[in-house]
C-alpha cells in the first residue's frame, strides 16, 4: 500500500483518498470527494517505453494488417457510427493513441486529412509502413497542432493509459474547432463486470492502465474541460482468441503473459474470433460548443 498516494487528478483531494487493493504490485485507490479510481505512484519512462515496445502490439492477431483484421473491422463500424454523428465534419480527423493506425486506415475512405499521433514508436512506424501520413509518435500533451484544427479527435482505449487526464482532455478541446466532437472509449469501473471480478477485472491491469473512470468521473471531466452534449453508449467489438487468453494471461502476471506470447502465435489462434459486450466499456462522445472560441 502506497503510504502517501498523489492526489486526485480530477478534484484535487489529497485527504480523502481510500486504499482499495493491489495489483500487479501498484496500490489502488479511489478518491472519497469525486469517486476517482486510480493507481498510487505512476510508472516510470522506462516501464512505458518497455510496456509499449514490439512485443505489446505482436502479442496477438489483434493488430495484424490484414484486411479483416479484428482491429480494422472494429474501427470500421467505429467510423459508421461516427458517421451518423449531426453535423460531423470530414476535413481533418486526430486520432490520439492510434496504435499501428486501423481507425486511420478505416477513416481514409470518408475524411480529408488524417493525423495519428502514439506513445509508441514502433507503433507509428508500423503505421507510416501501411502507408498513412502525418503520423506523430510522443506524448500527446508535448505536441502541438494549431488551434481549432479539427473536426474530430479520437482516443480509443487510451485516456485510462496516459499520465493527466484533465491536460489531455484541455489539449483536445483547444485542437477542435467549434461544433467539432471528441470521441473516447474507457473503461467503467463501475460497471456489473467490474463490482463482480474487483482486481480480477480485466481492465484492472496497472501500470498499463492508470486510471478507472466512471459515468460520472469521466463527465466530469470532460464538463470541465469545456465539453458538451455528452453521450455515453456501449458497445462491443469483435475480440480474437489468442487475445483473450494474452489478456487472461496477464490478469495472472506480466510474466506469464510474456511467456504465452509465442505460443499463441504459433498456434494462431487469431483465426477464432468473438463479437463480445460485457457492457464495461464506454463510448463516450462529447462536442465542443458552437460558439467557443
Not at 504465452?260 to 504459433?266: D, F, G, I
Request: positive net charge.
Amino acid at each position: 500500500m502506497a503510504a502517501n498516494p498523489r492526489p486526485c487528478n480530477l478534484c484535487g483531494e489529497e485527504r480523502q483518498i481510500s486504499f482499495l487493493y493491489t495489483r500487479n504490485g501498484y496500490s489502488i485507490h479511489k478518491c472519497q470527494r469525486c469517486g476517482l479510481v486510480y493507481v498510487g505512484v505512476l510508472p516510470t519512462a522506462g516501464e512505458l517505453t518497455e510496456l509499449y515496445g514490439d512485443s505489446f502490439f505482436e502479442a496477438s492477431s489483434k493488430f495484424d494488417a490484414s484486411a479483416n483484421s479484428p482491429s480494422l473491422v472494429n474501427a470500421r463500424d467505429r467510423v459508421a457510427q461516427i458517421l451518423r454523428l449531426p453535423g460531423i465534419g470530414r476535413t481533418r480527423w486526430l486520432d490520439v493513441g492510434c496504435a499501428t493506425g486501423e481507425f486511420l486506415l478505416a477513416g481514409s475512405e470518408v475524411a480529408g486529412e488524417l493525423h495519428g499521433t502514439d506513445i509508441s514508436a514502433y507503433a507509428i512506424s508500423e503505421g507510416r509502413r501501411r502507408g498513412l501520413q502525418n503520423l506523430r509518435d510522443g506524448n500527446f500533451t508535448d505536441l502541438d497542432y494549431s488551434p481549432e484544427y479539427f473536426d474530430l479527435i479520437t482516443m480509443w482505449d487510451l485516456i485510462e493509459h496516459v499520465e493527466d487526464p484533465a491536460r489531455v482532455l484541455h489539449k483536445a478541446f483547444a485542437y477542435l474547432r467549434p461544433g467539432g466532437y471528441l470521441v473516447l472509449s474507457t473503461g467503467d469501473v463501475d460497471s456489473l463486470a467490474s463490482k463482480v471480478m474487483g482486481r480480477f477485472w480485466h481492465l484492472m491491469i496497472p501500470p498499463m492502465h492508470t486510471y478507472f473512470f466512471s459515468r460520472s468521473t469521466i463527465t466530469r471531466y470532460l464538463q470541465e474541460a469545456g465539453f458538451t452534449d455528452l453521450r455515453i453508449t456501449y458497445t462491443g467489438k469483435i475480440v480474437p482468441l489468442d487475445f483473450m487468453v494474452e489478456k487472461a494471461a496477464r490478469l495472472a502476471s506480466p510474466r506469464l503473459s510474456q511467456a504465452v506470447q509465442p505460443v499463441l502465435r504459433k498456434l494462431g489462434l487469431g483465426r477464432v474470433r468473438f463479437s463480445i459486450n460485457l457492457f464495461d466499456i464506454m463510448t463516450v462522445v462529447a462536442r465542443k460548443p458552437a460558439h467557443a472560441s
